[in-house]
Protein backbone atom coordinates (compact mmCIF):
# COMPACT_ATOMS: atom_id res chain seq x y z
CA UNK A 1 0.00 0.00 0.00
CA UNK A 2 1.08 3.48 -1.06
CA UNK A 3 1.70 6.05 1.85
CA UNK A 4 -0.77 8.76 2.86
CA UNK A 5 -1.05 11.70 4.93
CA UNK A 6 -3.11 12.05 7.57
CA UNK A 7 -6.31 14.30 7.26
CA UNK A 8 -5.86 15.52 10.67
CA UNK A 9 -1.98 15.41 11.93
CA UNK A 10 -0.68 15.70 8.26
CA UNK A 11 1.75 13.04 9.12
CA UNK A 12 2.36 10.13 6.47
CA UNK A 13 1.74 6.72 7.58
CA UNK A 14 0.97 3.63 6.02
CA UNK A 15 -3.10 2.68 5.82
CA UNK A 16 -3.35 -1.14 7.86
CA UNK A 17 -6.94 -1.48 7.00
CA UNK A 18 -8.09 -0.25 3.96
CA UNK A 19 -6.99 2.24 0.85
CA UNK A 20 -9.62 4.27 2.01
CA UNK A 21 -8.03 5.00 5.57
CA UNK A 22 -8.19 8.67 6.45
CA UNK A 23 -5.83 9.07 9.10
CA UNK A 24 -3.19 7.86 10.92
CA UNK A 25 -3.63 4.95 13.92
CA UNK A 26 -3.16 8.12 16.33
CA UNK A 27 -6.71 8.17 18.49
CA UNK A 28 -6.83 11.65 18.61
CA UNK A 29 -6.60 12.07 14.95
CA UNK A 30 -9.56 9.39 14.44
CA UNK A 31 -11.79 10.93 16.96
CA UNK A 32 -11.24 14.51 15.56
CA UNK A 33 -11.85 13.26 12.04
CA UNK A 34 -15.21 11.50 12.67
CA UNK A 35 -16.15 14.56 14.46
CA UNK A 36 -15.42 16.49 11.20
CA UNK A 37 -17.18 13.68 9.22
CA UNK A 38 -20.20 13.74 11.74
CA UNK A 39 -20.02 17.51 11.70
CA UNK A 40 -20.29 17.46 7.30
CA UNK A 41 -23.02 15.36 7.84
CA UNK A 42 -25.11 17.12 9.96
CA UNK A 43 -24.25 20.31 8.07
CA UNK A 44 -25.81 18.58 5.07
CA UNK A 45 -28.97 16.98 6.56
CA UNK A 46 -29.74 20.44 7.95
CA UNK A 47 -29.56 22.09 4.35
CA UNK A 48 -31.40 19.91 3.27
CA UNK A 49 -33.77 19.95 6.18
CA UNK A 50 -34.14 23.81 5.64
CA UNK A 51 -34.69 23.70 1.76
CA UNK A 52 -37.58 20.95 2.55
CA UNK A 53 -39.36 23.91 5.06
CA UNK A 54 -38.90 26.73 2.63
CA UNK A 55 -42.04 28.64 1.31
CA UNK A 56 -41.95 29.18 -2.77
CA UNK A 57 -41.75 33.20 -1.55
CA UNK A 58 -38.34 32.01 -0.25
CA UNK A 59 -37.59 29.87 -3.39
CA UNK A 60 -38.40 32.80 -5.14
CA UNK A 61 -36.34 35.14 -2.94
CA UNK A 62 -33.21 32.40 -3.74
CA UNK A 63 -33.56 32.58 -7.72
CA UNK A 64 -33.88 36.42 -7.76
CA UNK A 65 -30.37 36.69 -6.27
CA UNK A 66 -28.96 33.99 -8.81
CA UNK A 67 -30.79 35.34 -11.67
CA UNK A 68 -29.70 39.04 -10.82
CA UNK A 69 -26.43 38.28 -10.25
CA UNK A 70 -26.22 36.33 -13.67
CA UNK A 71 -27.52 39.79 -15.36
CA UNK A 72 -25.05 41.32 -13.56
CA UNK A 73 -22.57 38.77 -14.79
CA UNK A 74 -23.91 38.80 -18.71
CA UNK A 75 -23.87 42.59 -18.72
CA UNK A 76 -20.69 43.83 -16.73
CA UNK A 77 -19.28 45.40 -20.00
CA UNK A 78 -22.12 46.84 -21.18
CA UNK A 79 -23.44 50.24 -20.68
CA UNK A 80 -26.64 50.96 -18.70
CA UNK A 81 -30.06 50.16 -21.02
CA UNK A 82 -31.39 53.42 -20.32
CA UNK A 83 -28.75 56.15 -19.90
CA UNK A 84 -25.96 54.40 -22.03
CA UNK A 85 -23.41 55.23 -18.86
CA UNK A 86 -20.63 52.91 -18.55
CA UNK A 87 -21.48 50.47 -15.45
CA UNK A 88 -18.87 50.54 -12.83
CA UNK A 89 -18.92 49.40 -9.42
CA UNK A 90 -22.47 48.77 -8.10
CA UNK A 91 -25.33 48.34 -10.33
CA UNK A 92 -28.49 47.03 -10.59
CA UNK A 93 -30.30 44.27 -13.03
CA UNK A 94 -33.17 46.47 -13.90
CA UNK A 95 -36.50 45.23 -14.91
CA UNK A 96 -38.49 46.72 -17.92
CA UNK A 97 -41.61 45.33 -16.50
CA UNK A 98 -41.73 45.76 -12.93
CA UNK A 99 -41.73 42.06 -10.82
CA UNK A 100 -44.92 43.75 -8.82
CA UNK A 101 -47.15 44.66 -12.12
CA UNK A 102 -45.82 42.15 -13.95
CA UNK A 103 -44.51 38.93 -12.07
CA UNK A 104 -44.80 36.67 -15.21
CA UNK A 105 -41.62 38.42 -16.50
CA UNK A 106 -39.81 38.60 -12.82
CA UNK A 107 -37.35 35.99 -14.44
CA UNK A 108 -37.21 36.74 -18.32
CA UNK A 109 -33.72 37.24 -19.33
CA UNK A 110 -35.03 40.11 -22.23
CA UNK A 111 -36.99 42.22 -19.50
CA UNK A 112 -34.19 42.55 -17.02
CA UNK A 113 -30.97 44.25 -17.89
CA UNK A 114 -28.00 45.95 -16.13
CA UNK A 115 -28.41 49.56 -14.92
CA UNK A 116 -26.84 52.01 -13.15
CA UNK A 117 -28.29 52.79 -9.61
CA UNK A 118 -29.44 56.76 -10.61
CA UNK A 119 -31.84 55.45 -13.42
CA UNK A 120 -33.25 52.28 -11.96
CA UNK A 121 -33.62 53.45 -8.52
CA UNK A 122 -33.60 57.45 -8.38
CA UNK A 123 -35.58 57.76 -11.72
CA UNK A 124 -38.11 54.42 -11.59
CA UNK A 125 -36.58 52.55 -14.30
CA UNK A 126 -36.17 55.57 -16.76
CA UNK A 127 -38.86 53.71 -18.83
CA UNK A 128 -39.30 55.79 -21.91
CA UNK A 129 -34.99 55.71 -22.16
CA UNK A 130 -35.04 52.12 -21.37
CA UNK A 131 -37.51 51.19 -23.94
CA UNK A 132 -34.90 52.95 -26.69
CA UNK A 133 -32.57 50.95 -25.20
CA UNK A 134 -33.68 47.66 -25.35
CA UNK A 135 -34.68 48.26 -29.12
CA UNK A 136 -31.49 49.01 -29.73
CA UNK A 137 -30.25 46.00 -27.46
CA UNK A 138 -32.66 43.00 -28.13
CA UNK A 139 -34.40 44.59 -31.39
CA UNK A 140 -37.97 46.14 -31.88
CA UNK A 141 -39.80 42.01 -32.49
CA UNK A 142 -38.24 40.83 -29.33
CA UNK A 143 -39.87 43.93 -27.44
CA UNK A 144 -43.32 43.24 -29.02
CA UNK A 145 -43.27 40.20 -27.80
CA UNK A 146 -42.35 41.32 -24.11
CA UNK A 147 -45.72 43.45 -24.84
CA UNK A 148 -47.21 40.28 -25.59
CA UNK A 149 -45.91 38.17 -23.01
CA UNK A 150 -46.57 40.74 -20.22
CA UNK A 151 -49.94 39.54 -20.58
CA UNK A 152 -49.75 35.73 -20.02
CA UNK A 153 -50.41 34.18 -16.74
CA UNK A 154 -47.22 32.19 -15.12
CA UNK A 155 -47.15 30.98 -12.04
CA UNK A 156 -43.58 28.94 -11.00
CA UNK A 157 -44.11 26.07 -8.71
CA UNK A 158 -41.27 25.26 -5.95
CA UNK A 159 -39.63 22.58 -8.69
CA UNK A 160 -39.76 24.81 -11.44
CA UNK A 161 -37.98 27.32 -9.39
CA UNK A 162 -35.36 24.86 -8.20
CA UNK A 163 -34.17 24.25 -12.04
CA UNK A 164 -33.96 27.82 -12.79
CA UNK A 165 -31.91 27.90 -10.09
CA UNK A 166 -30.02 25.22 -11.21
CA UNK A 167 -29.99 26.58 -14.44
CA UNK A 168 -28.50 30.22 -13.69
CA UNK A 169 -26.21 28.76 -11.71
CA UNK A 170 -24.37 27.02 -14.48
CA UNK A 171 -25.21 29.85 -16.44
CA UNK A 172 -23.34 31.95 -14.18
CA UNK A 173 -20.19 29.84 -14.36
CA UNK A 174 -20.08 29.77 -18.27
CA UNK A 175 -21.17 33.21 -19.56
CA UNK A 176 -18.92 35.50 -20.58
CA UNK A 177 -19.83 39.29 -19.39
CA UNK A 178 -20.74 41.31 -22.30
CA UNK A 179 -20.67 38.81 -25.12
CA UNK A 180 -25.22 38.16 -24.64
CA UNK A 181 -27.81 39.85 -26.44
CA UNK A 182 -30.25 39.60 -23.90
CA UNK A 183 -32.32 36.48 -24.82
CA UNK A 184 -31.47 33.35 -23.82
CA UNK A 185 -29.28 32.54 -27.09
CA UNK A 186 -25.90 32.49 -25.35
CA UNK A 187 -22.85 31.67 -26.92
CA UNK A 188 -20.76 28.37 -26.37
CA UNK A 189 -17.55 29.00 -25.03
CA UNK A 190 -14.87 27.98 -27.43
CA UNK A 191 -12.66 25.02 -26.30
CA UNK A 192 -9.11 25.70 -25.82
CA UNK A 193 -6.70 23.49 -28.38
CA UNK A 194 -3.52 24.60 -26.71
CA UNK A 195 -2.20 21.91 -25.42
CA UNK A 196 -1.34 21.54 -21.66
Known sequence: M???KCKICKEKFKPRFSTLQATCLNPDCIIEYAKQVNEKTQ????????????????????????FNKYIRTRDANKPCISCGK????????????????????????????????TCNQFRHGNLLAYREGLINRIGLASVEQLDVDKTIEKR???????????????????????????DSKTPKAKKSTAKK
Not at 54 to 60: F, V
Not at 89 to 107: C, E, I, M, Q, W
Request: hydrophobic content about 30%; charged content about 25%.
Open 2 to 4: DVR
Open 43 to 66: KTEMKRRKSELMTLAEWKKKLQAI
Open 86 to 117: ALKGKFDAGHYYSVGSTPNLRFNEMNVHGQCV
Open 156 to 182: YTIPEIQALISHYKTKIEHVHPGTNRG
